[in-house]
C-alpha cells in the first residue's frame, strides 16, 4: 500500500481538528519511539549515550493561528498542513556538537522515513545567533484504510545552544519580536560564547578520550 500526502483532495477525508492531531501525534510516537532505539543501539555499541533528553510536542491551536496570521495566511486547515511544518516536533538535546551530525545521519538511514528538508544553523547560524539542526521528515502512519505521510520537524542541538534558544523564545514573545537593540545584541554576544563553550568543550572530551586508559 502505497503512502500518501496530504493534499487538498486528501482534506475531504481528513473530517476535524481531532483526526488531523491525532496523525500528527502517531507521527510523532513513531518518531520519537525510532530515536529511543537509535540511543539504545548506541550505548550498547559505544558505551555512551549521544543524546542527554528528548522533548517532544504537539504544537498548540492559538500557536498556530498566530503563526499563519503573522505570516499573512488565511486561517484555514489547508494553510496550515501547507505553511507549518512544525506542528509535530521532536528536540534532541546532546552533549556535543559531533553528535548532533552523527544523530541526524541516524535518523536520515530510517528506510521508512522520508527527508523533505535539511537546516544546518550550525554552519550557518541565523543573525540572531541561534544555532540548531533541523530535519523535517515524513513518516508513515498506517490506518485501518490507508496510510497517510505526516511531517514531523527534528530539531538537534547542545544542552548550551537549548539554554540559548529558550532564553531567546521567552524574550521573543515577551517583547513579541520588537525587544530594544541591546537585547538583540547581548543575545548575538552569548551566542557566540555558546558557540565557543560547545568548542571547547568538545575538544576536552576528545582529550579526556585519548587519555583514559582502556578497558580490557
Not at 528506510?111 to 550550525?122: A, I, N, S
Amino acid at each position: 500500500m502505497e503512502p500518501m500526502d496530504f493534499t487538498e483532495k486528501d482534506l475531504a477525508e481528513v473530517d476535524n481538528w481531532e483526526t488531523l492531531m491525532f496523525l500528527y501525534d502517531a507521527a510523532l510516537r513513531q518518531v520519537s519511539t525510532k530515536i529511543d532505539i537509535l540511543n539504545e543501539e548506541f550505548i550498547h555499541i559505544h558505551k555512551r549515550t549521544p543524546i542527554e533528553h528528548v522533548k517532544s510536542r504537539i504544537k498548540e491551536p492559538q500557536s498556530i493561528v498566530k503563526k499563519l496570521k503573522r505570516q499573512g495566511h488565511e486561517v484555514t486547515l489547508s494553510n496550515m498542513l501547507k505553511y507549518i511544518k512544525d506542528i509535530a516536533g521532536i528536540r534532541i538535546i546532546c552533549s556535543f556538537t559531533s553528535d548532533i551530525y552523527r544523530i541526524a545521519d541516524l535518523i536520515a538511514r530510517q528506510t521508512d522515513l522520508k527527508v523533505l528538508e535539511l537546516t544546518d544553523y550550525l554552519a550557518h547560524p541565523k543573525p540572531s545567533g541561534y544555532r540548531s539542526y533541523h530535519m523535517l521528515v515524513s513518516v508513515p502512519v498506517y490506518l485501518s484504510d490507508g496510510v497517510v505521510d505526516t511531517k514531523v520537524e527534528i530539531q538537534i542541538r547542545t544542552i548550551a545552544q537549548d539554554f540559548w534558544a529558550s532564553l531567546e523564545h521567552k524574550i521573543y514573545y515577551k517583547f513579541e519580536g520588537d525587544g530594544p537593540d541591546f537585547i538583540s545584541r547581548d543575545l548575538r554576544i552569548c551566542a557566540q560564547i555558546v558557540a565557543e563553550l560547545d568548542e571547547k568543550m568538545l575538544s576536552l572530551n576528545e582529550a579526556i578520550q585519548k587519555c583514559a586508559p582502556s578497558k580490557s
